[in-house]
């Protein structure tokens, strides 16, 4: 049974930063596609970043790019969101998903694109 778990969530002010991992468990990670998404309070879950599964490309949504970084330590098992320069508007819940085998020329942005999610890890920034 697969199982992706989330953590590295919490509290920060605006300008700090928050490094998430996903951790998977039941499935070698390495040949997955690795996606990042958030739900905001009282908003539909939406698309942060992705990175294939040999890393070398990586996709943002405009609104974190330049300030949220994807990375990957295959070896591990797990994936990373550093997140800098947080704002308010950041203030969500953030699920890891993968998908099994994904390509490594195309970029996965949509949530029906994954086959495994977490559970989530509240990130909440204070102004």
């Known amino acids: 049974q697969v199982q992706l778990v989330e953590s590295g969530g919490g509290l920060v002010q605006a300008g700090g930063s928050l490094k998430l991992s996903c951790t998977a468990s039941?499935?070698?990670?390495?040949?997955?596609?690795v996606g990042w998404f958030r739900q905001p309070p009282g908003k539909e879950r939406e698309f942060v970043a992705t990175i294939t599964w040999s890393s070398d490309r990586t996709y943002y949504a405009d609104s974190v790019k330049g300030r949220f970084t994807i990375a990957r330590d295959n070896a591990k098992n797990t994936v990373y969101l550093q997140m800098n320069t947080l704002k308010p508007e950041d203030t969500a819940v953030y699920y890891c998903?993968?998908?099994?085998?994904?390509?490594?020329?195309?970029?996965?942005?949509?949530?029906?694109?994954?086959?495994?999610w977490g559970q989530g890890t509240q990130v909440t920034v204070s102004s």
């Open positions: 039941g499935r070698t990670f390495s040949s997955d596609a």
């Open positions: 998903a993968a998908r099994a085998y994904g390509s490594s020329y195309y970029y996965y942005t949509r949530d029906v694109d994954y086959d495994y």
